[in-house]
């Protein structure tokens, strides 16, 4: 395996600058490569929080998607396809020059990482998602608008209602919602410790870097032709899912539905967090994934769920 190098690098991935770091290099470990949420997201907060953690015993890779955080923007609005994201990730990996790698996706991430490692089974080692999303699902979306009328905002929860009464689809009531919906509301949704969420909301801050939307337009406009959940169980790796028990954005039922779609998967619950357990409950996060790492890397790993 290729020694790696520690630093920030601007590598260019099919033509487009690209932000990557890595960390924990002296550890010589198989390359743990960190895919951002989002879509459109970038990895300020999780570099200052669970990543220096991981780097403590791994060899960690972050990179920011095109046109995401740190990394230029394609060309084109348009040019965000999931092709064209793992496209970018297979590049990526071919500038590391190393064997298999692991992969751990949040959120948005970690549909990215279930897409990549479908893509290129052989590149990829184990997988870890936090929170994964479906995007192009009903279910995710009743599972955000349920969460937005369950935070105890009686407005909201009376605009919903409306809605609901007026017969509007799914997918008309979860476009409103999304317009409708304050900051601070997005923040009673996404965690379960409003204090995190302001410590959280500060970081994004001081990154000054901005989710122009542009991705998860693109995304929107170009589904897969075979949707994702079709395709889980073709994904043999070990992998392990963490998720939050209040988590309101992709919530327990996503990561349920791909649990039971994974031939060789581990769900556990984190009874204190959202949908940010890297944020709510880190060491308890930390731990769980050197936790698997290590069972997966001596005696395999019990594929049931737990709550931590």
Not at 169 to 175: K, P
Not at 266 to 271: A, H, S
Request: glycine residues 8%.
């Amino acid at each position: 395996m290729s020694y790696l190098k520690n630093g920030e690098f601007t590598v260019t991935l099919n033509g487009i600058n690209h932000w990557v770091k890595i960390e924990g290099a002296e550890n010589q470990t198989i390359p743990l490569i960190l895919i951002h949420g989002g879509p459109g997201g970038n990895h300020y907060v999780f570099e200052r929080t669970a990543g220096p953690l991981l780097a403590k015993s791994r060899t960690i890779v972050y990179y920011e998607q095109r046109g995401c955080g740190r990394s230029d923007k394609p060309s084109a609005d348009d040019q965000y396809s999931i092709d064209e994201l793992t496209e970018d990730f297979k590049e990526l990996k071919k500038w590391l020059g190393v064997g298999k790698v692991d992969l751990l996706g949040y959120s948005f991430g970690g549909e990215l990482a279930l897409e990549i490692t479908h893509s290129f089974p052989e590149e990829i080692h184990h997988l870890i998602l936090s929170a994964p999303s479906l995007l192009h699902t009903d279910v995710q979306k009743m599972v955000q608008i349920t969460g937005f009328m369950s935070i105890g905002v009686s407005d909201l929860f009376n605009r919903l209602s409306e809605h609901f009464q007026t017969g509007a689809t799914v997918e008309e009531i979860y476009n409103e919602v999304w317009e409708m919906v304050s900051p601070e509301i997005v923040d009673l949704l996404l965690f379960e410790d409003q204090e995190v969420a302001r410590e959280n909301r500060g970081l994004w801050e001081e990154s000054d870097l901005v989710n122009t939307g542009l991705m998860s337009r693109a995304l929107t406009n170009s589904p897969v032709a075979v949707p994702l959940l079709d395709r889980l169980k073709e994904i043999q790796h070990q992998t392990l899912i963490l998720t939050g028990v209040f988590d309101r954005n992709t919530g327990v039922p996503i990561s349920k539905l791909i649990h039971s779609n994974l031939p060789n998967c581990r769900l556990v619950l984190f009874g204190k967090s959202a949908h940010f357990p890297d944020l709510e409950e880190t060491n308890k996060f930390v731990k769980e994934i050197n936790m698997f790492f290590d069972y997966t890397n001596c005696i395999g790993y019990p594929n049931k769920a737990r709550l931590s």
